[in-house]
Every structure is written in C-alpha cells, then in structure tokens.
T-cell receptor, first 114, second 111 residues
Framework: DAGVIQSPRHEVTEMGQEVTLRCKPI?????LFWYRQTMMRGLELLIY????????DSGMPEDRFSAKMPNASFSTLKIQPSEPRDSAVYFC????????????FGQGTRLTVV | TQLLEQSPQFLSIQEGENLTVYCNSS?????LQWYRQEPGEGPVLLVT?????EVKKLKRLTFQFGDARKDSSLHITAAQPGDTGLYLC???????????FGTGTSLTVIP
C-alpha cells in the first residue's frame, strides 16, 4: 500500500488566496484526521471523519477553514481566505477500527502564506 | 491549551547515554501512544499502552503508562544517532479513535 498520500507537498500562496489541500487515505481505513503542526502549538487536531461523516470539527480555528470527504478515498481541507498565521505543516492521517487505534500519517503539506 | 505536556522540550545527548522523556496531564486517558517524527515526515507509531501501570519494551526503548493513566514516560537506553527525532505522546479519551498530541520532545543524539 502506498500509505496516506497528501498533495501538494509544498504550497506558497499570497494572503487572501484560497488554498486547497488534498488527502487520499489508506484503502479500507474508516477514520480520517486533519492535523496542523507549528512550532508554537505543536500538533493540533482540526477535524476528523468516520465513514466520510465529520464527527468533530471543534479544532477548526475559524470559518475560513472547511473540510470535506466526498468519498472514502478522498478528502480536502480548504482555507479561504488564507492569512499568514495559517502557515504551518498540515497532516492528514487515517486509521481503522479493526486495526486498533494506530494512525498512519501522510508526509504533510507545508503551507506558507505570504 | 495543551492536554498533554512533555518534558524536556529539547534534549541533546551523546551516543551511548540514557534518557527519559515525560508526558504529563491532569486528565485521564483510555490509552496513550508514543510516536516518533523525522524531519519532513509524518509521525510514526512506536507503541500503544492501555492499562494503568503497563510497561512495554521495544528493543532499547521502554514505555510506561502511569497507574492513574494520566502520565507516561519513555526511556531510551544507550541512545544512538538513529534515535534522533521528535517524540510525541498522544492520549485518547473515551472509546473513539481521536487522539490529542503532546507538545513534543526534540531529541538529538550526537555521535
């Protein structure tokens, strides 16, 4: 299995622009998580899905952030409009109930908003 | 507000030395995990502990879950340069797959 695949790996955008981050979870996994990592705040859970349904989005910082999971093999995290303080590494992770609770992480998307 | 605080935040030691990393909280967790993250990569699971007082060993790494399930420690014996990385603890509350990550400990092992 190729693991969790995120794209793009790096994104540089100007303040005010829309940014879309993409994630393909491991096939068969029924949980999908979006995390944000910064030096100041560490690894923060933004939102997670179970069977494509958002379960907890209390970590989403503002209405500028939205996430969707239209099917079991694809999810997006969108920031509109982006701001410099959104600069961070965004990780997607997936897991499945039958496999215990191990989360498999993608390589992350490094977002820089200038 | 971080549910899990790790200490130390940074640690630089010589190859062959022993070290302990701590993960503390005022909350009770149903299970706790330790991950290692290398630069440019996502975290990778090392171990999961679920029972208060549980001790697990993974080669030179020893993990312990506190009796009250509020804290954990990671002890590395005879550290090697390959142990260098960011160590993260993560706690689950309840029966869900949702984990809250600690603040992280950045370890550098000098050859």
């Amino acid at each position: 299995d190729a693991g969790v695949i995120q794209s793009p790996r790096h994104e540089v955008t100007e303040m005010g622009q829309e940014v879309t981050l993409r994630c393909k979870p491991i096939s068969g996994h029924d949980y999908l998580f979006w995390y944000r990592q910064t030096m100041m705040r560490g690894l923060e859970l933004l939102i997670y899905f179970n069977n494509n349904v958002p379960i907890d989005d209390s970590g989403m910082p503002e209405d500028r952030f939205s996430a969707k999971m239209p099917n079991a093999s694809f999810s997006t995290l969108k920031i509109q409009p982006s701001e410099p303080r959104d600069s961070a590494v965004y990780f997607c992770a997936s897991s499945y109930v039958g496999g215990g609770t191990e989360a498999f992480f993608g390589q992350g998307t490094r977002l820089t908003v200038v | 507000t971080q549910l899990l605080e790790q200490s130390p935040q940074f640690l630089s030691i010589q190859e062959g030395e022993n070290l302990t990393v701590y993960c503390n909280s005022s909350s009770v967790f149903s299970s706790l995990q330790w991950y290692r993250q290398e630069p440019g990569e996502g975290p990778v699971l090392l171990v999961t502990v679920v029972t208060g007082g549980e001790v697990k060993k993974l080669k030179r790494l020893t993990f312990q879950f506190g009796d009250a399930r509020k804290d954990s420690s990671l002890h590395i014996t005879a550290a090697q340069p390959g142990d260098t990385g960011l160590y993260l603890c993560a706690g689950a509350r309840g029966t869900g797959n949702q984990f809250y990550f600690g603040t992280g400990t950045s370890l550098t092992v000098i050859p």
